[in-house]
C-alpha cells in the first residue's frame, strides 16, 4: 500500500510540473522572437546586452536605404566593435569593423528571412553559407546577393532580415588579446538560451528614406530584349509622375500609354489594350521628344500601394515596354503579346 501510494503521488507531482506543450504560427513568431529571446535569456541568468534592432545610420547610403549598427559582442559581453548591416537593393552587405580589443581570423553569416527559421541553438558557425577565414583584419564586409534571399516578386522593403553574423576573434594588430580567441556575434539582447549563446541582428524598416523621395526606376526595353532608356516611376506631391528616357541616338518617342493597377492579380494573362489605357499622350504632343513625364493624380488610386505601372510607347517602330528585364516580364520569350511593369512599393 505504501509503495502505491509513492507512486500515487510521484505521478500528481510530475504531473503538476509538466505543462503543455505550444506551438506559435510564423506571423506570431516574427511579433515575438525578440521579446521571446529575451525573456528566456533573463530566465537562465543570462546577460542581456545589445540591441537586436540595432542602431539606424543618421543618413541613407547612396542607393536610398538605411544601414543600421549592432555592437559585436564578444563572449556574450565584452564589446568588440561594430557590425553594419546594409543593402544597396541587389545586395546585403555585413559589414564587420573589431576595435583595439580584437582582430577578425573568421567570420561566419546566416541569414533568414522569417522568424520561424531563426534556429533555437546555435547553427555552427563553419557551416554558414557565406564565410572568410584566415583574415587578421580589422575590418571585413560580407556580400549577399538579394536573390540568395528572396523569391522572386517579393518586395524588398516588407522584409525584416534575422542576421547571425558571427566572428572568430585573434590579438589585435596593436597587441591587445582583450578579446582574442573569443567567440563573438552581432545583436544581443535575444539569446535563446538553448546551448551555446548567440545573438541575431534585426534589419528593419530600412526603405523609411523611400517613403519621403519615392523612386522605382527600370529600363525601355523594345522588343522584349532591347535596352534603349529608362522609364522612371516617382513620387511628386500629390502626381504619380512616369518619366520615359531614351538613350542618346534611341529614336523619337511614339504614343505613350500607361497603365496604373492596385492588385497584382492583374498582371496576369492578356496584355493591357494601349488603346483602352487610361492615360495617354499623343504623337502630336510629343514633337518628337526623346524624354517625356506624365503626371497623374495620386487620388485616382486613393491609398493603395504598392502601384503597379505598365507603360508603354513606340519607338522605330518597336513595341516598347519599361520594366526589369528578367524580373518583370510578362510572356516574354512565349508565344502571344509580351509586356513589362514596375511596381512602385514606397507609395505612402
Keep these: ?10 505521478s500528481v507531482a510530475l504531473a503538476a510540473c509538466s505543462s503543455p506543450t505550444s506551438s506559435l504560427d510564423a506571423d506570431d513568431q516574427a511579433s515575438s522572437i525578440s521579446g521571446m529571446m529575451t525573456a528566456v535569456a533573463s530566465k537562465k541568468g543570462d546577460s542581456a546586452f545589445g540591441d537586436p534592432m540595432g542602431q539606424p545610420a543618421e543618413v541613407c547610403n547612396d542607393a536610398n536605404f538605411r544601414p543600421f549598427s549592432y555592437t559585436l559582442w564578444a563572449g556574450q559581453s565584452n564589446d568588440a566593435g561594430t ?4 543593402t544597396d537593393g541587389e545586395m546585403l552587405f555585413v559589414a564587420y569593423d573589431t576595435n583595439e580589443t580584437a582582430d577578425l581570423e573568421e567570420v561566419h553569416v546566416y541569414v533568414f528571412t522569417d522568424a520561424a527559421d531563426v534556429p533555437e541553438r546555435r547553427p555552427a558557425p563553419g557551416q554558414a553559407p557565406y564565410k572568410a577565414e584566415n583574415l587578421n583584419a580589422d575590418t571585413y564586409t560580407v556580400s549577399i546577393p538579394l536573390s540568395d534571399l528572396l523569391e522572386a516578386g517579393e518586395i524588398l522593403c516588407d522584409q525584416t532580415f534575422y542576421v547571425l553574423a558571427h566572428a572568430a576573434l585573434t590579438m589585435d594588430e596593436s597587441g591587445s588579446d ?48 532591347n535596352d534603349i532608356g529608362t522609364l522612371t516611376v516617382s513620387k511628386d506631391g ?4 512616369v518619366t520615359y528616357t531614351l538613350d542618346e541616338g534611341a529614336g523619337e518617342l511614339g504614343e505613350l500609354a500607361i497603365y496604373v493597377f492596385t492588385d497584382p492579380s492583374d498582371l496576369t494573362g492578356d496584355r493591357p489594350n494601349p488603346g483602352h489605357a487610361p492615360y495617354k499622350v499623343g ?12 503626371r497623374i493624380p495620386l487620388a485616382d488610386f486613393g491609398e493603395a500601394c504598392p502601384l503597379y505601372i505598365v507603360a508603354k510607347t513606340t ?3 518597336e513595341t516598347t515596354y519599361g520594366g526589369l528585364l528578367g524580373e518583370t516580364g510578362i510572356n516574354v520569350g512565349a508565344p502571344g503579346p509580351w509586356w513589362y511593369y514596375l511596381t512602385l512599393d514606397c507609395c505612402s
Design 1 to 10: 500500500m505504501k509503495r502505491n501510494l509513492l507512486l500515487i503521488l510521484l
Design 83 to 86: 557590425v553594419t548591416v546594409s
Design 178 to 225: 582583450d578579446n582574442a580567441g573569443e567567440t563573438a556575434y552581432s545583436g544581443g539582447n535575444n539569446n535563446p538560451g538553448n546551448g551555446a549563446w548567440f545573438y541575431v541582428s534585426e534589419y528593419a524598416n530600412f526603405c523609411d528614406c523611400q517613403t519621403r523621395n519615392c523612386v522605382a526606376e527600370g529600363d525601355l526595353l523594345a522588343g522584349q530584349y
Design 238 to 241: 500629390d502626381d504619380l509622375v
Design 283 to 294: 504623337t502630336d504632343l510629343l514633337n518628337g521628344a526623346s524624354s517625356y513625364s506624365v
Design 315 to 317: 519607338v522605330n517602330g
